[in-house]
Structures are given as C-alpha cells and as structure tokens.
C-alpha cells in the first residue's frame, strides 16, 4: 500500500514538470484515498506505541477533557440558541462520546465532518449509543447553525514550505529520485506574513490551507460559534528569527522526526498553528473573535480541576498532564469564534491572550 502512494506521489511530480509543491505532496501523504495516512487501516490514536498507534490525543488521554469543554460548548449553545455541535476531525470518537455523555438532551444532532471513510467505522462502533443523533458529512452545508468544536485539525491541513536562502524566498518542493525523493527549491512570490531580520537558511512554513478553512467556515456559519484547539504559537513567536527549522514534524509510534519524506502513508506529518493567521482569517470574514488562551487556563476556566477533586487519584493523574506546562497545557492553544456580537466565554474568562495576537 505504501508503495502504491508513493507511485502516485511519483506520477503527480512527473504530471507536474519534476517538482511538487510540499502542500500538494503533504495533502496526498496524508489524505490520498484509501492509501494516505488517515485514510488507510494503520491505527492512529492510543496512550501507547505498544497499542500500535503513533500519538495521543487530549480526550485520548482523559475522559476529563471532554467534560471540561462540554461545558463551555453548552453555554455556547444556549449563547446562540443552537441545539447542533459539529465536530472536525473527530478521530478515534473519544471527544464526541464524551460530549455527547456529558451533553445529554442538550444535543440534538451531533455532525461529524471527517475525510476518512474507516475512521467513520471506527467512529460508528464507539458512538453507537447515540446513533439516533449522530450524522456523517462529506461536505459542508450551504449553512451551519450550532457550535464548531475541532480538536487538532489544523495541525494536519497541508502547509507550504519557504526557504530563505540569505537574499530571497523560495518555496521549497519534492522531486522524485532514483530511490526515494528529495527537496528542491523553486522562485516563489509568497512570503511569511510577519517581517523579521530572517537568518540565511531559514525554513518556515504558511497556512493558505488553514486560513481558508476559517473563511469556508465562516461564510457557512450563519448562527453559532466555533472552538479550535491545536498547538501552535501567535505570529510574532511563530516567526521569531530565532526558530529557523519551522515546525514541520512527523509522528509514528510515539516518536518524533522531522523527515517527512521517508514512511510516506505511514506517518504523520503535523505543522504548528499560527493564531494570529487563523484568527485574522475569521474576523476579516465576519466572525468575532471569542478570545484565545493556552489549554490550561482554558480547562481551568471549564472547571477541571473541579472534575479532577471528584475522580479517582489514576485518572486525576492523566488528567494533569492537559494543564501542566510541560506537557500539553501551555503547547496547546484554544481560540474562539461566534457569529453577530458574541458572548462572554467561559473559557476566556481568565487568561486570555486575544492582545498577544
């Protein structure tokens, strides 16, 4: 199967002239059908590589994650009068079997938007409880009324890459060789959206895929509100002269590296968010900007540390390691939307950091 996604990257890079832009090779190692990483069999989401899975999710990691963010989807709903959640990206099903549980009658009708045909099967089984409510979308509707949960979604939309070479940016894409592939450089006119004194050999990357994700999103919510949760940094931190390798990376059996170019299909290829892009993107669209915060002051807002007072000491454990800095609590950032005026949001009561942006 590898093999065959890798015939097809092959065939696109000669289709193309020789060279392949990162976004374009980055969408089909991930998303090719039946063949790309999240749409083949190979096990994505579990706490241990022994599980044969390659990471770990926040819902994943506690059922707790859920029953904090359950709550500020449920003041979400009532703020706009919805009675939908859609959910992107949904993996594995942990967060929708927990919001839904904690939700209960709140719900009506939970959607579930996800380019992988197994891991909907995967889903179906888990979420059977709730089958009454729950649909599967191959696409958007002309209009959405409800709240957006995604949980790293944008992590895994295909970036472009930009080298700077000391005097000019070049766009950085793959050419096939002998044996495997390789980078090659290309006169681009695209640019990293912060000014800083780059240092020669400096490689980040953009986010056209992202950002217009928040536009499409944007234009189809007609009611609602929307919370994105991912790790990444805002602009000026994302672009600093100090980070000069970008934050491309991939992931397989609970280990990182930064090739994405070997175990095509086999891995993930993962890139930071910039939250000044994605926030930019919904507001000059329309949507107000709810406030963006790190993961820890956001559960913390939700009432975590309440749910951890009244689990068992094991699960308390797990459920530290969302809000500790070393772990996911301070890498991992949430930002809000909501259509019209807004509201005050639970999650952004304390902390927020929208001025960062």
């Given at each position: 199967?590898?093999?065959?996604?890798?015939?097809?990257?092959?065939?696109?890079?000669?289709?193309?002239?020789?060279?392949?832009?990162?976004?374009?090779?980055?969408?089909?190692?991930?998303?090719?059908?039946?063949?790309?990483?999240?749409?083949?069999?190979?096990?994505?989401?579990?706490?241990?590589?022994?599980?044969?899975?390659?990471?770990?999710?926040?819902?994943?990691?506690?059922?707790?994650?859920?029953?904090?963010?359950?709550?500020?989807?449920?003041?979400?709903?009532?703020?706009?009068?919805?009675?939908?959640?859609?959910?992107?990206?949904?993996?594995?099903?942990?967060?929708?079997?927990?919001?839904?549980?904690?939700?209960?009658?709140?719900?009506?009708?939970?959607?579930?938007?996800?380019?992988?045909?197994?891991?909907?099967?995967?889903?179906?089984e888990r979420l059977a409880a709730w089958s009454d409510k729950l649909e599967w979308m191959d696409r958007l509707p002309d209009a959405i009324e409800g709240v957006i949960v995604g949980n790293e979604v944008l992590d895994a939309m295909p970036v472009q890459l930009l080298h700077f070479d000391g005097e000019q940016w070049r766009e950085r894409g793959v050419v096939a060789l002998e044996t495997g592939f390789g980078w090659a450089d290309r006169a681009t006119e695209a640019r990293p959206p912060f000014s800083a004194p780059f240092v020669p050999d400096t490689l980040t990357e953009i986010h056209p895929q992202g950002e217009g994700f928040i536009r499409t999103l944007a234009a189809t919510l007609k009611r609602g509100a929307a919370f994105l949760i991912d790790y990444g940094f805002p602009?000026?931190?994302?672009?600093?002269?100090q980070r000069t390798g970008g934050t491309l990376m991939c992931h397989h059996e609970h280990k990182a590296d930064p090739d994405p170019l070997v175990r095509i299909g086999d891995k993930d290829i993962t890139a930071h968010v910039n939250f000044t892009g994605i926030?930019?993107?919904?507001?000059?669209?329309?949507?107000?900007?709810?406030?963006?915060?790190?993961?820890?002051?956001?559960?913390?807002?939700?009432?975590?540390?309440?749910?951890?007072?009244?689990?068992?000491?094991?699960?308390?454990?797990?459920?530290?390691?969302?809000?500790?800095?070393?772990?996911?609590?301070?890498?991992?950032?949430?930002?809000?939307?909501?259509?019209?005026?807004?509201?005050?949001?639970?999650?952004?009561?304390?902390?927020?950091r929208s001025h960062t942006l």
């Open positions: 199967m590898i093999h065959r996604l890798e015939q097809q990257i092959r065939d696109e890079i000669a289709a193309a002239g020789g060279w392949l832009g990162f976004e374009r090779f980055m969408a089909l190692a991930l998303y090719a059908p039946g063949l790309g990483y999240y749409a083949n069999e190979r096990r994505k989401f579990g706490r241990m590589p022994e599980s044969g899975s390659d990471f770990v999710t926040a819902p994943e990691l506690s059922p707790l994650f859920g029953r904090a963010l359950a709550r500020q989807v449920e003041q979400a709903l009532d703020a706009t009068g919805t009675d939908e959640v859609w959910e992107f990206g949904a993996g594995s099903g942990a967060l929708a079997a927990q919001l839904l549980e904690t939700l209960g009658d709140r719900v009506r009708r939970y959607r579930i938007v996800d380019l992988s045909g197994l891991l909907r099967e995967r889903q179906a602009e000026a931190e994302y672009y600093h002269p926030a930019l993107a919904g507001q000059d669209a329309g949507l107000q900007v709810l406030g963006y915060t790190s993961q820890a002051n956001f559960l913390i807002n939700c009432g975590l540390v309440e749910l951890m007072g009244e689990a068992a000491l094991p699960e308390r454990a797990m459920a530290h390691r969302l809000i500790t800095e070393h772990e996911m609590g301070e890498l991992f950032k949430v930002v809000g939307f909501a259509t019209g005026e807004g509201f005050e949001a639970l999650g952004f009561a304390r902390g927020d």
